[in-house]
């Protein structure tokens, strides 16, 4: 990984998780719930600080930081290795899954021939840590954050998109950029 792509104490990143073949996932509420669930978790006890987030139905994006001294790769890593398996399970014994064929084949076809999968593999391997070392920088990522799904057509207005820190009615909370 190159060093600009590292995260270190004290920083504050953005980043992207992307489910792999950017397989539309996160279109349905069990999966949805699931993702808040451990990002909460996380916060709570992984020392995961979110500052601005949005859930789209194929990645994620966030700017976060981590408490004390630990990094938050490793959060990232852990996080990202716990919810690969726990989305696996949820989509490929879901009953009620229309798709779980083909995002079988997806999840299969990413996970083949890597040395970190076994067989599966639900999230692209980078996260993309980009480092916000100005205000600035903070504020144009943070709008891009929030104008994601409006730029995607699904809501002419960045507070309409529930799974957002955009969003008065936003399940997590996130603290102040300010």
Not at 12 to 23: Q, S
Not at 36 to 53: D, F, P, R, S, V
Not at 63 to 84: G, M, P, V, W
Request: hydrophobic share 40%; charged share 25%.
């Amino acid at each position: 990984m190159s060093e600009l792509r590292k995260t270190y104490s004290g920083g504050l990143f953005f980043l992207t998780f992307t489910v792999v073949g950017w397989a539309d996932v996160f279109t349905r509420k069990i999966y949805t719930d699931e993702l808040i669930k451990n990002l909460k978790y996380c916060q709570e006890h992984k020392g995961l600080e979110i500052y601005a987030y949005v859930v789209m139905t194929n990645h994620v994006h966030l700017i976060a930081s981590r408490e004390d001294e630990q990094l938050l790769s490793e959060l990232i890593r852990d996080f990202k290795s716990y919810t690969a398996k726990q989305f696996l399970k949820l989509t490929l014994e879901n009953p009620q899954e229309s798709r779980k064929e083909w995002l079988e084949m997806i999840f299969r076809y990413h996970g083949n021939g890597s040395s970190q999968n076994e067989i599966f593999a639900f999230w692209q391997k980078t996260s993309h840590p980009i480092a916000l070392w100005s205000a600035e920088v903070i504020k144009q990522k943070e709008e891009y954050i929030h104008n994601n799904p409006v730029r995607a057509g699904f809501v002419a207005s960045p507070h309409e998109w529930i799974l957002s820190s955009a969003s008065p009615h936003s399940p997590i909370q996130v603290l102040d950029l300010r």
